[in-house]
């Protein structure tokens, strides 16, 4: 099946600095993935559509300046949190979409989860 | 009111009992309707898919969607502790479309 991996699992770094998460479709290329978030015990809240080659499509309420996504190629997509607050602390999870014809439309397949960490 | 409301649990039932889960919904155009399973501190898993109104069984799992009540359901037949784990409902109004997600059910199988 299809595979999404994420980059790095966990981190933890320090108020005000940058960190950025990788998100990538292993065997199958992506034209189009979401990153979500997901605060403790809670869901998974859109946060923006990433398509590749294009700019990402913010939901409301995401600041596009603070959380800056590239998706420069069909297999990868990132997510660069900058200027970290502990209140960024939450599980980024992203999803990818194989739009090769070989999975179903509607199916999202989603990566493992980056947790992480401001101190 | 959330777009998506589903009973945060925990649901706690003996193995082999049959789990039952349940999401409502407002946004009348939803069409497509999923569940996800997530283990803790993992990305979710589908697990079951459904276009429209109707039911759909695999396996263990029957999926049932009621448009005209705006409710779904899952069944979990002879549910097993590995089955313990946050149940999502998710929707999106067309396919590969942005999914929106339930606050998901936390499922407890004691063995």
Known sequence: GAVVSQHPSRVICKSGTSVKIECRSLDFQATTMFWYRQFPKQS??????SNEGSKATYEQGVEKDKFLINHASLTLSTLTVTSAHPEDSSFYICSARDTSGRSPSYEQYFGPGTRLTVT | QKEVEQDPGPLSVPEGAIVSLNCTYSNSAFQYFMWYRQYSRKGPEL????????????????????KSSKYISLFIRDS???????????????AGNKLTFGGGTRVLVKP
């Not at chain 2, 697990?47 to 969607?65: C, H, I, P, W």
């Not at chain 2, 097993?80 to 067309?94: G, K, N, R, V």
């Open chain 1, 44 to 49: 998974l809240m859109l946060m923006a559509t």
């Open chain 2, 80 to 94: 097993q502790p590995s089955d313990s784990a946050t149940y999502l409902c998710a929707m999106s109004e067309a």
């Open chain 2, 47 to 66: 697990l079951m898919y459904t276009y429209s109104s109707g039911n759909k069984e695999d396996g263990r799992f029957t999926a049932q969607v009621d």
